[in-house]
């Protein structure tokens, strides 16, 4: 069983950063790739970042690269999602994911609480 927890969302001008982190536990984490999601008001989920266990496999939703920045820490056991020159409509709850690397196209099995994220214009 895999934990996830996030931490780091609050309220942000437009154009300023935020890093949001997800602290991670449970066995054989090698296994899982991590990823981050959002979910507007009103709008489904959506991806927005995944990364291997090696810190390579990363992919991004199309939009948000060069902007957003994921990592992964396999000493700290944390995945973090770094968050530049952010827009009103980044405004969503942000969660953390996990899935088994050899699920494929599976959906994300594992999913944390969820951390506000709020851009202010």
């Known amino acids: 069983q895999v934990q996830l927890i996030e931490s780091g969302g609050g309220l942000v001008q437009a154009g300023g950063s935020l890093r949001l982190s997800c602290a991670v536990s449970g066995p054989r984490l090698y296994e899982y790739f991590m990823a981050w999601f959002r979910q507007a008001p009103g709008k489904e989920r959506e991806f927005v970042a995944r990364?291997?266990?090696?810190?390579?496999?990363?992919v991004y939703k199309d939009s948000l690269e060069g902007r957003f920045t994921i990592s992964r820490d396999n000493v700290e056991n944390t995945v973090s999602l770094q968050m530049n020159s952010l827009k009103p409509e980044d405004t969503a709850v942000y969660y953390c994911a996990a899935k088994k690397i050899i699920s494929g196209l599976a959906e994300y099995d594992y999913w944390g609480q969820g951390t506000q994220v709020t851009v202010s214009s």
């Open positions: 990364v291997g266990w090696s810190g390579g496999g990363t």
